[in-house]
């Protein structure tokens, strides 16, 4: 597609239940990032998916997070018992690896967890 | 731990003056620097970007500086238009296409 596509775009959620957040990147492009911008605060990596390589998850916050990205194209984000805390704007980006013009992200996904 | 650092979470600016925002870094291994912009319910978007061999970036109204000793950046905007209202995130990373670390942003507001 000419952008990254998330889905969806707005998520409510009752604390303990399952969301899976879905992220469509730029087609050709070999890296995909997760981020998360909780109220007030700055964008906080997540993790990051290089071609075939295994992903860098050093800034999943816990064992409830994961992410997989299948066919080196699309990738779910699963937070597992959602508590409030995990309410914020998730964001995907992708990028051609060495284009020097950074990421293009998608416009997100609200998860407020009540 | 913070390794991109925005201090200022505002700065509000009047139309035509000049615009600064600030970044500070904690890494050395970071050579790679970036601004991006983000408007309400969008993603951020890619604006300037610079990397460690050179000490200044432009682009139109939109100039970064680099102060790799001082590991410190800063973006300019001159001259500031109401349009320009947004949030400002800075970025690093160890080598260009590498993930980032992102600042926690600067809203700037340019007043008419």
Request: proline share 4%; glycine share 10%; aromatic share 10%.
């Amino acid at each position: 597609g000419a952008g990254v596509s998330q889905s969806p775009s707005n998520k409510v959620t009752e604390k303990g239940k399952d969301v899976e957040l879905r992220c469509d990147p730029i087609s050709g492009h070999t890296a995909l990032y997760w981020y998360r911008q909780s109220l007030g605060q700055g964008l906080e990596f997540l993790i990051y998916f290089q071609g075939n390589s295994a992903p860098d998850k050093s800034g999943l916050p816990s064992d409830r997070f994961s992410a997989e990205r299948t066919g080196g194209s699309v990738s779910t984000l699963t937070i597992q018992r959602t508590q409030q805390e995990d309410s914020a704007v998730y964001l995907c980006a992708s990028s051609s690896f060495g284009t020097g013009h950074g990421y293009t992200f998608g416009s997100g996904t609200r998860l407020t967890v009540v | 731990d913070q390794q991109v650092k925005q201090n200022s979470p505002s700065l509000s600016v009047q139309e035509g003056r000049i615009s600064i925002l600030n970044c500070d870094y904690t890494n050395s291994m970071f050579d790679y620097f970036l601004w991006y912009k983000k408007y309400p319910a969008e993603g951020p978007t890619f604006l300037i970007s610079i990397s460690s061999i050179k000490d200044k970036n432009e682009d139109g109204r939109f100039t970064v500086f680099l102060n790799k000793s001082a590991k410190h950046l800063s973006l300019h905007i001159v001259p500031s238009q109401p349009g320009d209202s947004a949030v400002y995130f800075c970025a690093a990373s160890a080598r260009r296409g590498d993930d980032m670390r992102f600042g926690a942003g600067t809203r700037l507001t340019v007043k008419p």
